[in-house]
């Protein structure tokens, strides 16, 4: 089981950049697809990006061009690089494993953190 501690959250301003890890620890990261999963006041946790462990990439329609999820396996850690930030990007963001491919459900992933809270500022 992977232990998943999500960082870099605060509080930003809008058009800002923000890039939050997520390091493991415990088993081989590459053998499981990564992903993020922000959840906004009031709403459920909505799929952003997956990356598998080869390396493969899917994103959310309403975040192509301004979401890049990246893994580096050297050093077990997951990051998700948001560019142009709006307001409607505050959310907790939570970092998530599966030991299979990965997909856009909650429910296909077993490991998760504890989330990291993004405030973006208008």
């Known amino acids: 089981q992977l232990q998943l501690l999500e960082l870099g959250g605060g509080l930003v301003q809008a058009g800002g950049l923000l890039r939050p890890p997520c390091p493991a620890l415990?088993?081989?990261?590459?053998?499981?697809?990564m992903a993020w999963f922000p959840q906004a006041p009031g709403k459920e946790r909505e799929f952003v990006p997956v990356v598998t462990g080869s390396g493969t990439t899917t994103y959310a329609d309403s975040v192509k061009g301004r979401f890049t999820i990246s893994r580096d396996n050297a050093k077990s850690t997951v990051y998700l690089q948001i560019n142009s930030l709006k307001a409607e990007d505050t959310a907790v963001y939570f970092c998530?494993?599966?030991?299979?491919?990965?997909?856009?459900?909650?429910?296909?992933?077993?490991?998760w953190g504890q989330g990291t809270q993004v405030t973006v500022s208008s």
């Open positions: 998530a494993a599966d030991r299979s491919w990965g997909g856009r459900r909650v429910s296909e992933y077993g490991d």
């Open positions: 415990g088993p081989v990261l590459s053998r499981y697809a």
